[in-house]
Structure formats: C-alpha cells, structure tokens
C-alpha cells in the first residue's frame, strides 16, 4: 500500500523507517531538495499548493496523510476530495487557527485559559478586559516552537498599550490573546484512533508525557510523566483527548499538550499527527506513534502502546552531535535526520529507555551533560 | 559515514533500517534489480565478482561489511587491500568451508561432532570409517537452508555405497560427512565483537535463542532458549563464541549456531553476520544485531544488548501473509523484505515480545495458525 505524506521532514522520514517493514510504500510532496525524507520513498517535489505537484502526488493513492500541521487548507481540501486524507482537513483547519481549537476544547468541556481574539486594533480594548495581564499574545496561525508569540506582563504602561506594542510587533496578523497559565509543569497526550471496516473505531494511548522546553524548543521528553505519581492527571488527558477525537471522528495519531496547574489539566494546543513528545516511543513502546499513524491512516488494527518500563527523550538542536560520544552512553539510542546543522534547527533526538525512570537518572545526568544546543 | 553492504538482500535492508538513524548511509553491491535494500541507499548493480562494479562500490568507502556469506573470496581480498572489511576476509573464508569452519571450532576446543572431508571418490572408504552411519552429507561451499545436504540413515546397502550415491546426488563437488548428532534442541548465540581506538576490544551477546527449522529452513526463533533453564548452555556457549572472536580478532555480529545434546553443545556452523535467528533483537532488545553490527563495523561504541523481556520470531515464507490479520495479533511486529511471493522464499518475519515467554504463549499459538509457508 502507498501512503502519501505532505511534507518530507524528520517526521515523514520516522514514518517511512517505521513503515517500510509494514509493506508501505512512501510518496512525500516536498518542495526543498535534500529533505530529509527523500531516502524512505518518492519524492515529488513541489511548492504544497502547486496544482502539478499535487496531481501528482495524489495520482493513483488511496490514502494520505501530512507530517506537519501548516498544509495549505485548500491543498487539504484538494487531497480529502480525491482520497482519504487523515486525520481530516476539518482536524487540520482546528488545529492551525488558535481560536478555533481553544473554541473547540472549550465547547467540549475540555479546560483552557480565558482567551480572546485580536484582529484588529480596535479589538485590543475588549481582550485586555476579557483577559487581563499577565498574558501570552500568539499568532493565531502559522505559530511553531514558541515562534510567533509574545509573554506580556503587568507593567507600567497599561494593559492595551502593552498589548497593542506586542501586536505590532507580531505584524499586525489575527492573534490571539490567552490568559498566563501558572503551570507547575508541562506533559502531552499521544493517542491514536483507527476506524476498521466491520470492527468500529480503536482507540489506543500511550502513557502521559512530561515535557521541558528551552527558549520554547522541546528539550526533554520523559514517559511517564514524573508529575502524575497518582496517575489522575493521565486519567483526565485520556478523557479529554477521547472526547476530542471521537467528536471530530479522528483518524491516525493525536498530540495533545496541557499545562498542569493546582486546578488540573489546562489544555494549550493539539497537534494532529505524530509528534515530537511521542518520539521516545520507537525505542519505549511496542508499537511507535509512527508505526500507529500508519496503522490508522491505512486502516490496519492498531498496534500495542505497552511501553518497555520508562523513557527520556531529548533533542538535539542546531550542533551536530558527536554520535560516538552519546553511543557511549548505555542504553542511549540515536536517532539522526540526516540534515545539516544550523541554529535553531531540530537535528535530531537521543532516547534512554530502561525498566525504570530511576534507572535512567544516571545515563539522561550524562547526556544532558553532553547534548549542546546552538539556537 | 558511508557504509558498503555486499549484497542487497533482507538483511542489507534491514542494516539500512537500522543505519539511517544513526547517521549511516549506505551503498549495496548487488547483481539483481529491485532488491530488498534498494530503498534504503545507493545500489551498485554488478556481479560481485565484476571489477568495475567493485571499484565503483569501492570508491570513497572507508568501512564495508556483506549480508551473506558467499562472497567470492577474491572479491573480499579485494575489498580487504583497499578499505576496512569487516568482519575479515578471513573470517568469511572460514564460514564458507564446512572444513575450515569445523577444524578452526575443533581447534579452539570447542565440540564439534566428527567429520571428514570428501572430495574425489577415493575418499569416501576412508571417511566412512571415521565418520559412521548415521552422518549428514554436505556440500564444503553455498550451502543454506537445508540445501546441498543428504541425510544418510543405516540401511541394507554398506555405508560406502549409501555416501557414494549421495556425493553422486550433490554433483562430486568437494562435500563433508559429519556425524549424525542426536540432539534435543538447536540453538544460536548471536554475539557482536568491536574493536573501538583507545577503548580496546569490547564484546556483547544476546541472550541464547532456541530454534526451530522445518525443511531446513528456520522457522521459529525464542529467546531466551526455552531448553536452557539454568541458563548453563547460554554461558557454555559465550565461552565458546568469545574463544572464536577472539581468536579471528572478530569484528562484526556473529551467529554460531549449536546442537544441545546429552553431553552439552556441539558447534554446527557459524555466520559471519547478521543472522535470522537475531531478527528479533529490532523489537526485544534494547539495541538490534543490525545496528550493533553497524557500530562495530563502522567503529563506534557497541549498544546495549539487555532485553525487553522474551520474543519469539516467526519467518514467512513463500507466502504473502495477509498483513492486517498479523496485526490484529496483540504485540506483534511485521517485518516485510519488500519481496515478491515464490515458494521457499523468506518474505519476512513476524516478532513479539512480553514480559515473560508465559506471556507469548498465545499469541505465538495464534501466530503460528495463521501463518502457512509455500515451500
């Protein structure tokens, strides 16, 4: 079966290494040469909203996916009316406009901070009296790994004016402002639903993750989340992402991130497809995040998401890492996407997996002390 | 780094799978169009005996290593004079002579049943003296999976005639007669030897796997060995295969297979590879035979060899498996070679791994019903 993947990135590469082995065959759309994908399948190279490129690509396949969540809705579009596209054009649409999934979480009972939306600047009056400072002002689209955002405190100016400088700032885009969040910590929910002809709908989870960010670039992923002791606060991400996925009638894998606060889970933002705080499970679990979008995308059963004890993940962004040095390290697995170094730029990850999280305390204290980050 | 890989088969896919993520890239010399490992890097399609194909393999390499153990000899010296082979031409010079295999195991001490060589049929009184009825004819070279052997029981006619007429079947081409070793269980011992700068040599194994063939070809692998409780024969026999590597300065995984008998293990023979009785370490084990024979050929930090509890493999052969019923089988992994179906070919293989072997039980039941070879 060939599966097409939007986009040809780190993530469309772990797809096609998880795939192969499963019989699929891989056709990326991806407009840069060199992606990192190129190796796992045929690539058709192409702008994402280029007519050619998409007849192309969509030319004889039966199912579809993306790797990324800022697809073009009209390429989404395009691609759902010709084949099966999952997860749908209508998870994506939620997912690249911040009001529309924080009115999506809201009107499911799902928790989230007060927030308001600025289109304009006359807008800014009735936001800052609906959310008032301290705040994060964000672009309602278009938004990744903290770009794209502002964290307004209570200053000397007043509020409208502070909002006002950063919405300038952001160039003037929709944005959307949300109430600051004072969270003890952050963690994730992966999931994936599949709908098999004559069996129903699956759901499968795989345990909560905890998540250290750096200059708003995932750092550190640890499974499960050192946080939820008790198990509740995994207990509640598994209701709300159920209600989520079976509302939209999901298909392939979700992410899901909230803070954790005194009052429970607040939900910040969801990511429909595989994610980077799901990338500990191609060494941590039975069956990866990838291995299971697959499986969901292609309408195979889903896979077990029974972990091998407990998992660290951490990135490595902008400097090339010294593989022998973190092959040194006992239990640590690379995982290389092929690209270049460059600031900032998500280079790859290194995952320690052991029977438990004390027996990763050691081997992660090394490699922490290892990995260097150029942003 | 850039690693050659002779041959172009599952295995070679599989080391590209396993490769990819740590930064490897891969070139394959393999004669046959639309190989298994073509997806997963450069194939330079040549005999392995052409020159010209050797020396555009060749060209740039720093490290090469080979899938199967029937590499013409003249092209490993090649290799060997111009780049790191590994493991050694020597060593593979060993693996493809039944006779040189058993004399080097004999040697060291380790058991080997009696043999004698027969390569003119002036030979065959003598080595029925040495060698009784019930023996096992083979071919010296190319033999596998059962093929190129007679098994030769007491019958009516005088041992000579019963050698005679199966020396006669197999082409006179030089052959062994082996002793006919009444065993309980077949085993393997898959263990990988680096030689790192500065660090010395270091060796890991994995744990005993028990093996079960039908028409020659294997069939199921369980790891660890069910016939070894105590865990004595696993401990005899990375005794034996740390004297073998040692002794050849091995570099590489290596797969020595045993008969277990009254009297304890009797060497078979040995691959000088990644072997399909180690398919299971991608999901069981921590770290794969694939990546570690990587790591050693390519002179990084071996990984770790710990096990996420039991696994048991089953190969598909002949057959396309109907891939969406495997998976419905909880836990289970499928590993498709990207081959066409034809009778006695190994399509691919089927894992799963619990905590305990208790715990494979069923679904390995279930597994096997579902599973039918074409042979």
Redesign the interface.
């Known amino acids: 079966m060939k599966i097409g993947v939007v986009g040809g990135g780190q993530l469309g ?1 772990m797809l096609g ?1 998880a795939g ?4 699929f065959q891989f056709r990326f759309l991806e407009p840069s040469a060199d992606c990192p994908a190129a ?3 045929e690539v058709i190279r192409a702008p994402y909203h280029d007519m050619d490129g998409l007849e192309r690509f969509a030319q004889d396949l039966s199912f579809a996916t993306y790797e990324f969540e800022n697809v073009p809705a009209e390429t989404a579009q395009w691609l759902s009316e010709r084949l099966t596209l999952a997860p749908t054009a209508r998870a994506l649409s939620i997912a690249q406009d911040r009001i529309a999934e924080k009115t999506t979480f809201r009107d499911l009972g799902i928790p989230v901070q007060n927030f308001a939306g600025i289109s304009s600047a006359g807008e800014i009056e009735a936001a800052v009296l609906k959310v008032p400072l301290p705040a994060v002002l964000k672009t309602r689209r278009l938004g990744y790994d903290g770009k794209g955002q502002r964290v307004l405190r209570v200053g000397s100016t007043d509020a409208a004016s502070t909002v006002r400088t950063a919405w300038n700032e952001l160039g003037k885009v929709p944005c959307i402002l949300e109430s600051f969040v004072a969270f003890s910590a952050e963690v994730s929910m992966i999931a994936v639903r599949a709908r098999n002809p004559g069996h129903g709908a699956s759901i499968a989870f795989y345990p909560l993750t905890q998540n250290e960010h750096r200059d708003g670039i995932l750092w550190k992923s640890q499974a499960p989340a050192p946080c939820d002791q008790s198990g509740e606060l995994a207990e509640s991400a598994r209701a709300h992402v159920r209600t989520l996925m079976e509302s939209l009638d999901y298909v392939g894998v979700i992410a899901v991130e909230f803070f954790v606060t005194d009052a429970g889970l607040v939900a910040n933002e969801m990511a429909p497809r595989v994610h980077n705080s799901g990338h500990w499970t191609t ?1 941590g679990a ?2 990866s995040q990838f291995e299971n979008h697959l ?1 969901a995308v292609g309408t ?2 889903l ?2 998401t ?1 972990c ?1 004890g407990a998992s660290v993940m951490i990135n490595l962004v902008g400097r090339s890492p010294i ?2 040095r973190i ?2 390290i ?7 996407y ?1 690209k270049g170094p460059r600031p900032g730029r998500k280079l ?1 990850h290194v995952t320690l ?1 052991g029977p438990t999280a004390h027996s990763l305390a050691a081997p992660t204290a090394e490699l922490e002390r290892l990995v260097a980050w150029d942003l």
């Open positions: 590469r290494l192969l082995p499963l019989g190796r796992l399948g060494d039975v069956t499986r195979m059963p896979g077990s029974e091998h593989a022998s092959l040194e006992p239990r640590a697995k690379l995982h290389l092929g790859g997996t």
